[in-house]
Structures are given as C-alpha cells and as structure tokens.
C-alpha cells in the first residue's frame, strides 16, 4: 500500500512523473517499465551496435541455418551475399549484430568475428567462440611475422592454413595461373566521403599496404567470361577485387565498384567464344524452367560473383590447451586428420546459376 493519501492522489493521473525537487515518502510504490527479468534477458544482446534493433525469432533460426561447423572455439558459417559482416548506421541487422544474439549457444557472450567479407560477396566466415581463441584466429590471419612455437605441429598447420575464392570474371587472364604482388592504397573521392582502394602508384609520396594474391583460371572463356580461382596471401580490404579489376585486367561479374566501365562494354558487345580444340562456337544452353533473373550471369544486373569457397585452418580447439600454456609445457600428440579443419562451401544460387550456364554449353 502507498503511505500517504497524498501519494495516492499523485498515482491517479494518467502520466505521473516524479520530479527532481520531490521527495518520495516511506512506503511509497515505484512503477518502472523495465522488469528485473527484461533486464537480464537484454543483457545477451549488449554487444549489439547501439542504433540496430533486436533481432527477431525468423533472423535468428535463418542464421543457425547458416552455420556449417561448431565447437568449443570457433564456429563457421556459409554468408549469403547481401548480408553485411559489420553493423554500422544506418545498417539494421548486421552478421556481428545477429551472431551476438543467436549464436552464443551455452556460453555467455556470442562469436566475435576474425575476418571480413564484403557484403556483396558470399561464402565462409570464421568466428571465434573466446577471447582466447578470438585472439589465436586474428593473429593466425594477421600479416605479422609468424615465430615458431615449441609445437611442429602447430607450426606445420599454421603454414598450411588457406583461403580460396572462386570468381567469375569479364574476359581471360593473359597468363592461366600466375602471382598477383601489387601494393594497395585508399583515396577519397571527389565528395570526400567515398573511399575507394587502388592499385598503388610507387610514388614513394603515399601510404601504401603490400597485397599479394595467386590465382589460376579454371577453364575456357566462354560468352566473354571465365571462372578463375583465387588465393590471398594478405588480408586487405578489397584486395581481390581491385587485383582483378586492375593488376588482371578481369574485374569480377558484378562488381560496379571497380569494374563499371568494363561491365557497360562487355552489356554492349556480348560475344560467343569458340572451343580451342574443334574450333566451333560454344552455344549457351538455357535450361527449360531455369529463372535467369535472379542474379546470374544473364541477368540485367549480375549480382557479384565472388565466393569464399574453402577454408583450411588448424584444429584451434584441439590446440588450446597447449596454446593457452606456456612454452615449456608438453606439446600435444595429435594426428594429422585431427590439427587441421577443412570446409567448403556451395556457391549461393545466382552463382550456380551462371556455373551450370556456362557448363552445360553444346558444340
């Protein structure tokens, strides 16, 4: 019960606030709008950017599905293009915003990611479950001289861990496989907003970052297109894109950004290309019931074409007892099945499209 009459009086209007010279007396209620209870549940979603909303149930089950691999340090998932990686306004749900949310499972807090995908580009995205396994993932992907560690096989799955990308691009590299080893740059556009990443000039007057990518094309150039796998060696923003667009001359299907003039050409001059070994024309067959415009290589405006396909890494969960010790303590005995993980994704369905397209050509 309220202490006084003339707190009662107070609780009968419609709005009460209570006012910073006004003093509450013994026995008096307090209504807040915030339960004890809301506030804990609200505490899972503390590492949401502030100015996103809530994610709901639906964005919640569509990201699990996403995921392809979980265990005690990290998870992976399969991105589709169009989802932003990292939540900046005006974005509503971004993959860090959602994976805080919906990806934390028995521990306290959700993933935090490791690296980046562009939002336009699909494929696999690694997040680490820890802050210790966060930090073994950033500096496994870092650009830092690596020393060696008191485990060979650590050692031995750091050297071989990997990403590969597969690509399709406007025309043909000149050489079929090759080392891309040419500098970035960032400038501002003319609005002095607008950021873009170029190849760098070796002026010696700008800041530039060493970017190195192998690649190898995968088979024939037809319709004006190839599909060419790629490898960074380095983790720079763009780095695949702009070594496409501008060290090879190839800029990816879909990519406004760093290939809009070579996309108004290739719109304008679509050719058929002709089979080296019998010397005929390849001619693109379209499968009955097939929906082109979805993205695909026909469509009127291609989506980008760029996906993360595989991924090889060490096994972290398997090394974090050894890693979290210090160097004198025993290395651990694991076989060579169990210190490496391996994954590989499928192409998102604009891209399958374009791939059974263009594989499914009759002489």
């Known amino acids: 019960?309220?202490?006084?009459?003339?707190?009662?009086?107070?609780?009968?209007?419609?709005?009460?606030?209570?006012?910073?010279?006004?003093?509450?007396?013994?026995?008096?209620?307090?209504?807040?709008?915030?339960?004890?209870?809301?506030?804990r549940i609200s505490r899972r979603f503390d590492t949401i950017p502030s100015g996103t909303l809530y994610p709901n149930a639906d964005e919640i089950q569509y990201l699990q599905r996403l995921v392809m691999y979980k265990d005690s340090a990290v998870i992976v998932l399969n991105k589709p293009p169009k989802l932003p990686v990292k939540g900046n306004l005006p974005v509503h749900n971004s993959m860090d915003a959602l994976a805080a949310a919906a990806l934390s499972y028995d521990y306290d807090e959700g993933p935090k990611l490791?690296?980046?995908?562009?939002?336009?580009?699909?494929?696999?995205?690694?997040?680490?479950?820890?802050?210790?396994?966060?930090?073994?993932?950033q500096w496994l992907f870092s650009d830092i001289n690596k020393t060696n560690s008191s485990s060979k096989a650590w050692n031995d799955a750091c050297k071989a861990t990997y990403q590969r990308y597969w690509a399709l691009v406007i025309g043909s590299p000149k050489e079929k496989e090759g080392l891309i080893c040419a500098p970035l740059s960032k400038v501002l556009l003319d609005d002095g907003k607008t950021e873009r990443v170029i190849l760098a000039r070796n002026s010696g007057l700008e800041a530039f970052q060493e970017a190195v990518t192998e690649y190898r094309v995968l088979g024939p150039t037809i319709n004006g297109c190839s599909w060419i796998e790629l490898r960074p060696h380095t983790s720079r923003k763009h780095q695949v894109r702009v070594h496409c667009a501008e060290a090879l001359g190839t800029p990816i299907v879909g990519d406004y950004k760093y290939g809009w003039f070579v996309h108004q050409r290739w719109k304008q001059m679509p050719r058929v290309d002709i089979e080296p070994t019998t010397g005929r024309p390849y001619k693109l067959r379209r499968p009955e019931g097939l929906d082109v415009q979805k993205g695909s290589v026909l469509s009127k405006v291609p989506l980008l074409h760029l996906h993360c396909r595989e991924l090889v890494l060490p096994n972290i969960a398997k090394f974090q007892e050894f890693l979290d010790q210090k160097s004198e303590a025993p290395q651990p005995v694991l076989s060579s099945k169990s210190h490496m993980l391996r994954f590989v994704a499928p192409m998102p369905s604009h891209m399958k499209i374009s791939w059974n397209l263009m594989s499914s050509y009759l002489i």
């Open 1 to 39: 019960m309220l202490g006084t009459a003339r707190t009662k009086k107070i609780l009968e209007k419609a709005d009460l606030q209570i006012k910073p010279n006004e003093v509450m007396e013994a026995g008096a209620r307090l209504y807040i709008p915030v339960s004890v209870a809301e506030s």
């Open 114 to 137: 490791v690296h980046r995908l562009d939002t336009e580009s699909s494929g696999l995205l690694l997040m680490g479950r820890t802050k210790e396994s966060v930090a073994h993932l």
